[in-house]
């Protein structure tokens, strides 16, 4: 059974780097940098779906392995929030993908990323389940994660502008 949550994790851990490579091409095509999107998107597409898929996977198995207790842990539940959060918020850039990064395009590319970036923080901070850490005290840092997030793309902007045509 360890070899099977061992090889879920992996399977969890593609979807996320599938994910993390959509938001970085989003941001390339909003600069105007040409992406082989034949290739790619299908993948990328593909990547949040297989992030839910993985972290079903591994929920099941942590339940197999540790019965009911297992929903017991307020890092998963921080996780079940964030990737609800960033996967509407994907399904919004797909669906109203304006050209031009203005603030609203680039507070949901802070989501896309800072979503990421901590949902992978957790899924490496073991020492932080079963109440370790409060349930508020994760969402904070979430919170926290979203704004610097935000902040570093908004200092970025001038990169994040499309090159001037001369």
Not at 70 to 81: A, G, Q, R, S
Not at 94 to 102: A, F, K, Q, V
Not at 116 to 131: E, H, M, N, W
Request: glycine fraction near 8%; proline fraction near 4%.
């Amino acid at each position: 059974m360890e070899l099977l949550v061992t090889l879920a994790v992996f399977y969890h851990l593609v979807a996320l780097f599938a994910s993390l490579t959509g938001v970085f091409l989003a941001l390339c095509r909003l600069r105007g940098v040409a992406t082989e999107r034949r290739l790619i998107r299908p993948l990328i597409l593909n990547g949040e779906l297989h992030l839910w898929l993985s972290g079903l996977l591994i929920i099941a198995f942590g339940v197999a392995l540790k019965g009911m207790p297992y929903f017991d842990n307020p890092k998963l539940w921080t996780k079940v929030i964030l990737i609800t959060l960033w996967s509407l918020n994907s399904w919004l850039l797909r669906h109203y993908s304006y050209s031009g990064l203005d603030q609203r395009r680039l507070a949901m590319f802070a989501i896309s990323l800072g979503s990421l970036i901590y949902g992978s923080f957790l899924g490496v901070a073991k020492p932080l389940a079963y109440g370790v850490a409060p349930f508020w005290s994760l969402l904070v840092g979430y919170v926290a994660c979203l704004l610097l997030t935000g902040l570093v793309l908004q200092g970025s902007r001038r990169w994040l502008a499309p090159p001037a045509i001369a």
